[in-house]
């Protein structure tokens, strides 16, 4: 028996600091048919806040260092103000979405990233999650809206990548569903170069992705993405796509489709 659709959307970058263009993007997710999670960052707005009391986020290799300071930061405005207001702008779309964290019904465990070569502070690394709890929801009609904060199941908070929020959630959710995983920004896809809008990489497998890597074509910030993509892959998620906001409502003309 064929196992019923899901479609997993990260929604990221600059879109979400984007008033007209998160509102376009909402009414769409919105009208996308079929059972659907959704899952948002907001770091630029963390950062912004940040900076507005005085904080200096420290950032290395693209990625936050999460002091307490910073991670009282990054949960008011992940699980609280972004959270409910993209929850908010789904409810005026007819669109029953629960604003979540991975605290809310246990649903995303983690750990405190242990310590190599650089202290990421209360950074988490993904351990489970609870897709009985998740399926719960969706067989319920409800839209789980998950936001960038997981915990340790005892007692503390974590930031957690976005990214591999989704990437995980796909893996999970393989199981009882057909998951089809997408990650949108404001780039049209992954780009041969990064100052042309329409060279975008239509078709990467893992092969081609080794040699973009060693050609530095993709680099910086997208590879933890890329990672992310490859590694749901290669754990039964059937099919990840790379694009801009409009990807979900097939108006994106050229996106990204990525394969083993």
């Given at each position: 028996?064929?196992?019923?659709?899901?479609?997993?959307?990260?929604?990221?970058?600059?879109?979400?600091?984007?008033?007209?263009?998160?509102?376009?993007?909402?009414?769409?997710?919105?009208?996308?048919?079929?059972?659907?999670?959704?899952?948002?960052?907001?770091?630029k707005?963390?950062?912004?806040?940040?900076?507005?009391?005085?904080?200096?986020?420290?950032?290395?290799?693209?990625?936050?260092?999460?002091?307490?300071?910073?991670?009282?930061?990054?949960?008011?405005?992940?699980?609280?103000?972004?959270?409910?207001?993209?929850?908010?702008?789904?409810?005026?779309?007819?669109?029953?979405?629960?604003?979540?964290?991975?605290?809310?019904?246990?649903?995303?465990?983690?750990?405190?990233?242990?310590?190599?070569?650089?202290?990421?502070?209360?950074?988490?690394?993904?351990?489970?999650?609870n897709?009985?709890?998740?399926?719960?929801?969706?067989?319920?009609?409800?839209?789980?809206?998950?936001?960038?904060?997981?915990?340790?199941?005892?007692g503390?908070?974590?930031?957690?990548?976005?990214?591999?929020?989704?990437?995980?959630?796909?893996?999970?959710?393989?199981?009882?569903?057909?998951?089809?995983?997408?990650?949108?920004?404001?780039?049209?896809?992954?780009?041969?170069?990064?100052?042309?809008?329409?060279?975008?990489?239509?078709?990467?497998?893992?092969?081609?992705?080794e040699?973009?890597?060693?050609?530095?074509?993709?680099?910086?910030?997208?590879?933890?993405?890329?990672?992310?993509?490859?590694?749901?892959?290669?754990?039964?998620?059937?099919?990840?796509?790379?694009?801009?906001?409009?990807?979900?409502?097939?108006q994106?003309?050229?996106?990204?489709?990525?394969?083993?």
């Amino acid at each position: 028996m064929s196992k019923q659709q899901l479609h997993i959307v990260k929604i990221g970058g600059n879109i979400i600091n984007n008033s007209e263009l998160l509102s376009s993007f909402l009414k769409d997710f919105s009208e996308l048919k079929g059972l659907k999670i959704l899952v948002h960052g907001g770091g630029k707005k963390a950062t912004e806040l940040a900076n507005s009391i005085g904080l200096e986020p420290k950032m290395v290799n693209g990625r936050r260092i999460t002091d307490e300071a910073n991670l009282e930061i990054v949960t008011m405005v992940y699980a609280g103000l972004l959270n409910k207001n993209i929850v908010a702008e789904l409810q005026q779309n007819n669109c029953n979405a629960l604003g979540l964290s991975g605290t809310d019904a246990n649903c995303i465990l983690a750990h405190k990233r242990i310590v190599k070569d650089i202290d990421y502070g209360f950074a988490g690394d993904i351990d489970a999650v609870n897709t009985n709890a998740i399926n719960v929801f969706l067989q319920n009609e409800i839209i789980p809206v998950f936001c960038a904060i997981s915990h340790d199941k005892k007692g503390q908070l974590l930031n957690t990548n976005a990214d591999t929020i989704a990437s995980e959630l796909a893996i999970g959710l393989s199981n009882l569903y057909d998951v089809s995983l997408v990650y949108t920004f404001e780039k049209n896809g992954v780009l041969l170069t990064i100052e042309d809008e329409d060279s975008v990489i239509e078709d990467i497998d893992s092969k081609k992705y080794e040699t973009l890597k060693s050609d530095n074509i993709i680099a910086d910030g997208m590879l933890p993405k890329m990672e992310n993509c490859f590694h749901a892959l290669s754990k039964g998620v059937s099919k990840v796509i790379i694009g801009n906001p409009t990807v979900i409502s097939n108006q994106n003309q050229k996106f990204t489709t990525l394969t083993l």
